[in-house]
């Protein structure tokens, strides 16, 4: 464990610009739910009319959790949130464990930490107290959010303390994928793939009889049931387990080689395809596994919404509050409902885009950029074919959400017409998504350096606007300045090509404005 503590002051330097963020996403999630919640179902009647119409939809159960929680306003709000906050706080710890071990170990960063007065422990013991610190934060953060917002001092401390034991499991599972995986993507596959099933089975055990719930460290959290019958002992289990799997992390770290994996990677064929041979087969090969694993989400995500669409207006009639909350009010629920959360997945999908460009600044950094460029590609061909990936790849995810809630609502109301109107409907998001991969792309070519963050703030800003403007009282011009307020919301509203137009035009200037910078700037 030699040097353990100074490179734990290293890694909180190094964190000091990302992990805010996860932090104040992870806050602002529980004080805006906590406000509106409380606003809108402030009487034991309006709770226990919720309580009524919830506890019969079978989806709306699947996509937040027991019903037991809604004994009380505060267990409402945990109902709520408390999956995706889990889910924020998880990929937080999968990040940080893996940035600080295996991705270190791939960039020869750990190599050169090692050669000093470092013991072999030392870097993952450091990488393990930092995630912990970030979940006892955020833990506490939810606390504070809760207490201020006038929700009872106990459940709140629990509410924090399930949140906090999620991470430290999530943290210790990145901590053994790191030891078994020979490089870091590998891992995050291996962590994202127990995270969805965590949810999958928390979902199947609270729309059933509970069993399986108990096999998900979300469910651990969930049945605490903060505010409604504060139990504490479940928090054993997430315990437990980080302690059970943080001891094999150090053991498997003693078996393996520096720098390998206990699953060394597969060897590739001895010939590589004629696509290889090209910057645009590379690109996608590079980036196929992941536009995979975003389309699966995504067509998951619409279809979990398509699957309540039937029953949305009935929700609505028994909850007229929740209009508000929908462009457009009660005028037409459905149609609001549909334009809602197809605005919601679009924002997903240029999280997507963001991640797909920020791989071009990865591929400079890592130095993997320069022996094609070495060739006879150009930085033009190589760039365009980076983004080829990231504009093509945003359409597809925007076809699967379509597709996913298309197919959902068609079988829930038997009418295959549906399908084809709600890819439409997604694809109208487009151009704002193009927009959004554009000013990444930038970003890129004239800020390298504070890319990803910058890329980040847009993406947050669009959703904020989307998503609580009205809430935050947002003026006017803050709302125009989100590509997604100039696209119709259809089917709510009726579909204008010419805002479209217009908001493709200013994605390609922004993409020109990016080759530019790009071409002339240095690489790497």
Known sequence: MAGAPRLLRFMLRRERATLPWWLLGATALVLVQSTQSQSLYGTAEELANLRSTIGGNTAVIAMSGPTGLLESIGGEIVFEIFSFLAIVVALMNMFLI??????????????????????????????????????????????????????????????????????????????????????????????????????VLRAAGDSGNGALSWLSPIGWGQRTFPYSGDRWWPLLLPLVTSAALVAVAMLLLERRDFGAGLIPSRPGPPDASRALGTAYGLAWRLQRGALIGWMTGLALLGAAYGSIGNTIEQYVRDNPEFA?????????????????????????????????????????????????????????????????????????????????????????????????????????????????????????????????????????????????????????????????????????????????????????????????????????
Do not use: K, M
């Open 324 to 524: 508000e909350f929908l462009p457009g009010g009660a005028r037409s629920v459905l149609d609001s409902y549909l334009a809602l959360t197809v605005s919601v997945s679009a924002l997903v999908a240029a999280a997507y885009g963001v991640t797909s460009v920020l791989r071009i600044r990865a591929e400079e950094t890592s130095g993997r950029a320069e022996p094609v460029l070495a060739t006879a590609t150009s930085r033009l061909t190589w760039l365009a074919a980076q983004l080829s990936v990231a504009l093509t790849g945003t359409a597809l995810v925007l076809l699967a959400v379509g597709v996913g809630e298309g197919v959902a609502y068609a079988l829930t109301i038997s009418d295959a017409g549906q399908v084809p109107r709600l890819i439409g409907i997604a694809l109208a998001y487009l151009p704002a998504v193009w927009l959004v991969v554009a000013a990444a792309v930038l970003a890129v070519g004239w800020l390298p350096r504070p890319a990803a963050a910058v890329a980040w703030v847009i993406v947050g800003y669009c959703a904020v606007v989307a998503l609580l403007a009205d809430s935050f009282d947002l003026p006017g011009w803050a709302q125009q300045a989100s590509p997604f307020a100039h696209i119709p919301r259809i089917p709510a509203e009726s579909l204008t090509a010419l805002p479209l137009l217009a908001v493709t035009l200013v994605a390609a200037a922004f993409l020109a404005g990016g080759y530019v910078g790009f071409r002339r700037r240095d690489i790497g």
């Open 98 to 199: 893996g940035r600080q071990t295996r991705a270190d170990e791939e960039t020869g960063r750990a190599e050169l930490i090692r050669s000093t007065e470092v013991g072999r422990h030392a870097p993952l013991a450091a990488a393990l107290a930092l995630a912990g610190l970030a979940d006892v934060t955020a833990g506490l953060l939810v606390f504070a959010v809760a207490t201020g917002t006038g929700l009872p001092v106990g459940g709140s401390a629990l509410f924090g303390a399930a949140v906090a034991t999620v991470g430290f499991a999530f943290a210790a599972l990145t901590a053994v994928a790191a030891q078994v995986f020979e490089n870091a993507r590998a891992a995050y596959g291996c962590v994202g793939a127990v995270l969805g099933a965590a949810f």
